[in-house]
């Protein structure tokens, strides 16, 4: 059945699993209160960098099963369902900042009428399905009957429209039986897992896994300086563990820890979730502390290879958080760079997709979208973000370019004994316990 659905929110998880509704032939229009991004978005022009989003909301502005808009209430009322997809930041004190959800609910509820069901998308507290659904009924006609439904989203930005069609799972947590069906059949050409939930189940199983991918990210990069001691390689100690299946071979890469836009702020929101009924989730904790702490190693490890920093000038080959995004929220690099700042250095930066916004958060660095660029005249190479483009250069080019023949690579990118064939003094992460008595 095709469905009439208003996505409201068109940040990453709005517009790409709006664009995807409408890709399996729902109609949906996609609200945002930013008008600018709105008069883009209705030119098919893409403010985010996202593989294939472009081609896809394009064809489907044009088969007419996708359009933008800012009026609210129009969207809400020509829509059968309602998909709410706004930001939750974390707020100083670590709560969830939950503003943008009561903006929407406030705007749109004394204007629904019949049966709507709102569909709670963004990442949200435990409670949160409950306490939409009593505040939107007390604000809503009387003749209006709201379920609230929770789906989560677990797509990954970079591979958002293909984790949008090939999820692991789809989770759906309602209290009304016919609604929870509705929403597990606008997915229907998705063919996966399909859990059927109570709603406070599904709103904390989304912390779960980010929670627990954090942790198995930490964990790693707990054994990589365990390894570093002992003179084991860290790849190879993931992979043997990987391939126990109760393990999986998934998110053991070493490295400087997690950043971007949920794995920073959905830790902190479930340890102060925690908190607020008393419990001291001790391993989040240390989760947490241990990627902070695995930016600061890696810049002791930049100053230990390099001795002092004083005037040197170090070229950062990536910026955005991960690669294939151009988003530098809670980035790993913009941390490092400000830290290597402090210690006197210059920066030259490289990005691909993320140079231009990153000039707005930076200051005093050249940002480049040509590597080559960045890396001429450095004293060292550091990787922060594993770019294919990196993996591409030419690395006899590279030595012939940077003054000293030194890459300290945040990713673990190559193998050891290939950049040291090269001729280059190669740091990586878990690896390096032998080259670090050699180097400068
Ligand atoms: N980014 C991801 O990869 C990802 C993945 C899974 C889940 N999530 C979760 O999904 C939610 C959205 O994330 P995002 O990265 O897309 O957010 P975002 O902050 O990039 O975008 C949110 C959008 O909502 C709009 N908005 C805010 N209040 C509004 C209102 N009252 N009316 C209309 N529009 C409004 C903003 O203008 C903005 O464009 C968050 O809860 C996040 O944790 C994000
Ligand atoms: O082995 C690994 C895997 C990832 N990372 C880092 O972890 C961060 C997050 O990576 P990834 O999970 O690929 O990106 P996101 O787009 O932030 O996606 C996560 O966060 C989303 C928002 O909640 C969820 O929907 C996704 O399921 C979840 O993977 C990045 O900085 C990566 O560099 C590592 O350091 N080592």
């Not at 009026?71 to 369902?81: F, P, R, T």
């Not at 916004?357 to 190479?381: C, E, F, G, R, W």
Request: aromatic share 6%; proline share 4%.
């Amino acid at each position: 059945m095709v469905e009439r659905i208003a996505v409201i929110g068109t940040g990453y998880v709005g517009l790409v699993s709006g664009t995807c509704f409408a890709e399996m032939g729902h109609q949906v229009v996609c609200v945002d209160r930013d008008e600018n991004k709105i008069v883009r978005l209705q030119q098919a022009d893409i403010p985010i960098y996202e593989p294939g989003l472009q081609e896809l909301v394009a064809a489907n502005m044009q088969s007419g099963h996708l359009s933008f808009t800012s009026n609210l209430v129009e969207a809400v009322k020509v829509s059968d369902i309602i998909i709410i997809a706004v930001g939750t930041p974390t707020l100083d004190n670590g709560d969830v900042d939950m503003s943008q959800v009561r903006s929407v609910i406030a705007g749109m509820a004394p204007h629904l009428t019949a049966t709507k069901i709102i569909v709670m998308k963004s990442t949200v507290p435990v409670g949160t399905g409950r306490w939409v659904e009593k505040q939107t009924r007390e604000l809503a006609p009387q003749h209006a009957h709201i379920h609230v439904v929770s789906n989560p989203e677990f797509l990954r930005e970079g591979s958002a429209i293909h984790d949008t069609f090939h999820p692991d799972r789809i989770v759906i947590g309602s209290e009304h039986a016919e609604s929870g069906a509705r929403i597990a059949a606008i997915h229907a050409p998705i063919r996966t897992e399909l859990l059927m939930t109570d709603r406070e189940s599904a709103e904390l199983i989304k912390y779960a896994s980010n929670a627990f991918l954090a942790a198995k990210i930490s964990f790693i990069n707990e054994m990589a300086h365990v390894c570093e001691k002992v003179g084991a390689d860290v790849g190879f100690v993931a992979k043997g563990m990987g391939l126990d299946r109760r393990i999986g071979p998934h998110f053991l890469n070493a490295g400087i820890g997690y950043g971007g836009s949920c794995f920073p702020k959905d830790t902190r929101a479930q340890l102060k979730i925690a908190q607020n009924v008393d419990y001291d989730f001790k391993i989040l904790r240390s989760v947490i502390e241990v990627n902070q702490l695995q930016r600061e190693r890696f810049v002791n490890k930049i100053h230990r290879t390099l001795g002092d920093l004083e005037g040197k000038r170090i070229a950062v080959m990536g910026l955005a958080f991960k690669p294939n995004t151009d988003d530098l929220r809670d980035a790993p690099a913009l941390d490092i760079i400000a830290a290597l700042q402090k210690l006197g250095a210059n920066i030259s930066a490289y990005d691909p997709a993320a140079a231009v916004h990153a000039s707005k958060l930076l200051t005093n660095v050249s940002l480049h979208i040509n590597p080559y660029d960045a890396l001429q005249n450095a004293d060292a190479m550091v990787i922060a973000t594993e770019w294919e483009a990196i993996r591409q250069l030419n690395y006899n080019l590279v030595r012939s370019m940077i003054k000293q023949p030194v890459i300290i690579d945040g990713r673990n990118m190559f193998e050891p004994k290939e950049m040291s064939k090269l001729g280059f003094t190669y740091i990586s992460i878990g690896r390096t316990a032998l080259s670090l008595e050699m180097v400068i």
